[in-house]
Structure formats: C-alpha cells, structure tokens
C-alpha cells in the first residue's frame, strides 16, 4: 500500500471512529441537557468542565501530540530502538510530574481559576457549586494529558484507530454517570456527572497502555528537562501553543463573555451546546481529511516537493469547502429544528432551544473557516515555519476581543447571547484568510482559481439547498408539531432530502469534489489521483 492510499486508509478509519464519538456526544450532551437544562447548575457544570477542558485542548491534544509527532519520529528514523523507549519513557514520566504539578495547583486555587474564567460570579453560575465541581474535575486534566501524549506515540506507528477511539470513552463514562442508577448515589446529577468526567478520563489513558507496552515501552521511571528530545518538544510547543489552538483560546473569552452580568441565564450552556452541534459536523469528514493528510505535506516538505504540497493543500481546501460550506447554511435556517430534535426534552424548555439557536447561527457563520484553518495550520509546521502562526493567532485573538466587548456593549440588542460566537467566527475567518494569503505569497501560486471556481459551485448547489430547507420548514409546519415522532419524522426527512438534493445538484454543477469523495470512500481513484493531476 503507497503512502497516500495508507493516509486515506487511515482517514476513512478516523471518520468513522469520529463519527461513532461523536453521535455518543450527542447522546451524552442530550443527556445533560435533560437533566440540568439552561439552569445555574447547567452553567456551573458546564463552566467547571470546560476550564480543564480548555486546559487539555491547548496543553495536550492540541499542542503536545503536535510537538511529540516529528520529534519522536525523528528518533525512530536516526536512533537505536533502545534510545527511541528511553526516551519515551523520560518524556512521559516528565510530563506527567508537570500535569501533576498543574492539577494539584488548579484543585488548591480552584476559586482563583473559576474567577478568572467568568466575569459574573454572582449571576451566570452557582459561585460554591462551580469551585467544587471544577475540583472534582480537574484530575481529568492529568489523565487526559497523558492519553494525548500515548496517541501521538501511537500514531508514529501508524495506528490511528484506538487513540481516535479514546473520546468514545468519555462519552460511554458520562452517560453512565448521568443515569438514575448511579446518579442517586450522589448528591445531585451535576456531581454524579462530574465524576463520570474523571473516570471516564482515566480509562482514556489506560486503553492505550496495553498497545503501548505491545510496540515496546516499559514505562521505566525517569525525569528529566535536560533530554535534548525534551527540550526540542518544549521548544516546539511554545508556538504551537498559540498556532492550532487559537479556536481554544477563543473559546476562553466565549466562556468569559458568555457570563457577563448582562447575558441571559443559561448563555453559558448554550454556546456550550450550539458548540457541540458545529463539532458533529467539523468532527467528521473534516477533521478525518485534516488528521490523515497532515503526514503528506511533512512528508513533501522534507523533500523539498513544494509544488506538491500546494496541491495536497488546495485539494484538502476544496473538499472540506465541500462538505462545510452547505452544511453552514444548513445550520443557518434549520438551527431551531435542530435544537428542538436535539435536545428540547427535559429541562431544557422553548427558551433554551431559542438560545442555543441563536449561538448556533453565529458559530455557522464561521464553519468553514474553522474547518480550514485546521489545514492551513500544519501547512506552515510542515514547512518549519512556527512563527507566522503565532503572530496572526495573536492579532485573531485581539479581533476577537474587540468584537466581543462591541457586541457586548453596542450590539447587545442585536446579537444578544450569540455575540462570543459571532466573534469567533469572524476571528476564525480572518485567521484563515490571513494565514492562506501569507502563504500563497511565499510559495506561489496555490491553484486560486481552481478553488475559487469550486467554491462558487458549491455556494450555488448550497443557495438552492437552502432555499429547499427553508421552504420545507415553512411548508410543514415544523414548529406547530409538539409530538416529537413528528418533529423527527419531519425532520429526518429534511435532512435526508437536502442531502439528496445537494448531491444532485453538485453532480449537475460538475463539481469534481464529489468524485473525489467517492474516490477516497472507494479507495480507488481518489485524492492520489487528483493531486497528481
């Protein structure tokens, strides 16, 4: 098997494990919302998990398993086998004493953390519950951390499916925590979910050990900052820090903003969950795409092959363009029949899913942006270049700042809650176009036109995709149903009929992206074939 059909092996193996993660998120967010709904508990709950969340995003999966990668690689290619468990040992013990430092320090100044994280304490969440949850929760960083590091040493074996699998077990953790029979043994559900949060952490970490020891680690006791490969992935994180996490960075001020004095109660939970509905779409094809094509451009960089990786670039633009772009406007007009299918059971009333549409409506407007920074990113790494990442990352930080504080104090009643999300998707926007410019401006040409031609195709086959979806929702009287059969009924009918016709329509618009997707699903002519081309 060629190198690239090995990458859309692994991506069809990634989206689909996403997928299963993903819909089990759903599952346990829906859970969530039944039991706590938009309350000050939700927010408080919500509030706890998300601060080491965020912590794990940037610290962990987001930046270590990025930096750990060419290293650790590097080793494997020039070092003993011996060398290469040493030092993988050393790192790993190293990096669990300073998540260990990290955690104690955020249990012992949980108040200060939680502090930092809102700007209403009195108002937005429960101020006593929020500290407590947050203490029982944020271990989860520990265990997390090091199942993050675990997957970037698995992936240097090619093995993509377990370490894509480990968010499966978080969600399996946490819906078992928030059924009856175990959430009765605790004080209320928010407690009984916030354990199942660790729990289901740990057992992130200790499924990957087994196949770990299987390539060869012993897990010897070492500690050591002074390892040249330790400090060269300490080096690399710095940058990275701010490169690939700059949606999570974002996210912070979503949460600061979300509390403000003046938001909604429950503004917290709903972006939280509007959230959630952008990751079922960005968690599957995209981020597979993303995730699988990485190795290729590292891989055609180190050769020098610059040609090819602008191909490999603009290919991945055009397919997740495919994929986002409709299903942004299809988040657009049928954001409430979403929520209410979603999750409007329970606790989680009429105001709730109005809220959480709002939100969902702003974050769309940035669906693809986001998507596509997740390519562009790792483009500039492949290249070596850490730099420019960071320095457009931080003036996307301070857009999305200014925007925030706009909204909040000019445009409040107009945008209302949904005003952390409209300004990071506008961040997002401006990241990518920003980082692709650059780009293009020090490697040449990147096939503009070509993408630009498919991205009008497919803006065209969404317009008339949406119009479809908006005329159903008017014409079946969506929200006049309360039986939520119904409501399914007709809206998995919707979702079925807008896929159908945007397919269709892309088939008649000759749009070659959808010939690609085939191509990869196959794995026949796929993306090989295109970028060679």
């Not at 899913?353 to 969902?360: D, K, P």
């Not at 159908?500 to 796929?526: D, N, S």
Request: charged share 15%; net charge positive; glycine share 6%.
């Amino acid at each position: 098997m060629t190198e690239k059909k090995q990458i859309l092996k692994s991506a069809s193996v990634i989206s689909l494990v996403t997928i299963v993660s993903r819909v089990l998120g759903y599952v346990r967010d829906q859970r969530i919302a039944l039991l706590l709904g938009t309350s000050l508990a939700a927010d408080s709950f919500v509030l706890a998990y998300r601060i080491p969340n965020l912590f794990r995003r940037l610290v962990a999966e987001g930046t270590m398993t990025a930096s750990v990668i060419p290293v650790f690689t590097t080793y494997m290619k020039e070092k003993s086998k011996e060398e290469v468990w040493e030092f993988a040992n050393r790192l790993f013990w190293t990096m669990a004493l300073v998540l260990a430092i990290i955690t104690v320090l955020g249990m012992v100044f949980s108040p200060v953390v939680v502090h930092t994280f809102t700007s209403s304490a009195d108002k937005s969440v429960r101020w006593d519950e929020a500290v407590a949850l947050n203490r029982i929760i944020f271990p989860y960083l520990f265990f997390v951390g090091l199942a993050a590091l675990a997957m970037g040493f698995l992936n240097c074996f090619h093995i993509f499916g377990l370490p894509a699998a480990t968010p499966v077990v978080l969600n399996l953790s946490m819906i078992l925590f928030s059924m009856g029979v175990v959430y009765r043994y605790f004080r209320d559900p928010a407690i009984s979910l916030a354990v199942g949060v660790l729990v289901g952490g740990a057992m992130q970490f200790l499924i990957q050990v087994p196949k770990l020891v299987q390539q060869g680690m012993n897990f010897k006791f070492g500690v050591s900052f002074s390892h040249p490969g330790i400090r060269n992935i300490a080096r690399l994180t710095i940058p990275r820090f701010f490169g690939i996490g700059i949606a999570q960075i974002n996210l912070f001020f979503d949460i600061y903003f979300a509390s403000a004095a003046k938001m909604p109660r429950g503004s917290l939970t709903a972006i939280y969950l509007a959230d959630r509905v952008m990751e079922l779409v960005l968690g599957g094809y995209a981020i597979a795409v993303a995730t699988a094509i990485l190795p290729m451009m590292s891989h055609q960089a180190a050769a020098n092959d610059f040609p090819a990786l602008k191909k490999t670039l603009n290919f991945s633009v055009r397919i997740v363009a495919f994929i986002t772009i409709p299903a942004a406007l299809g988040l657009m007009i049928m954001r409430e029949p979403i929520i209410r299918v979603l999750f409007q059971h329970g606790q989680f009333m009429a105001e709730s899913t109005r809220l959480t549409a709002r939100a969902l409506l702003y974050f769309a407007v940035g669906l693809p942006a986001l998507a596509s920074v997740k390519l562009v990113v790792p483009a500039f790494y492949s290249t070596k270049d850490t730099r420019t990442p960071v320095i457009v990352a931080f003036v996307s930080m301070f857009i999305n700042i200014g925007l925030n504080i706009i909204f909040l104090k000019f445009l409040f009643a107009r945008v209302q809650n949904g005003g952390p999300a409209l300004a990071t998707s506008l961040a997002a926007i401006f990241d990518f176009f920003a980082l692709f410019l650059v780009f293009r401006l020090r490697h040449g040409s990147m096939g503009m036109s070509r993408i630009m031609i498919s991205v009008s195709k497919i803006t065209v086959c969404a317009a008339i995709m949406g119009v479809a979806c908006w005329t159903g929702i008017h014409y079946t009287a969506f929200a006049a149903h309360s039986s939520l059969f119904v409501q399914v009924v007709i809206f998995g009918g919707m979702i079925t009929g807008a896929a159908l016709l945007y397919m269709g329509l892309a088939w008649i618009f000759r749009c070659h992206e959808i010939e690609e997707i085939y191509g990869i699903a196959v794995r026949r002519r796929g993306a090989e074939d295109y970028l060679e081309s």
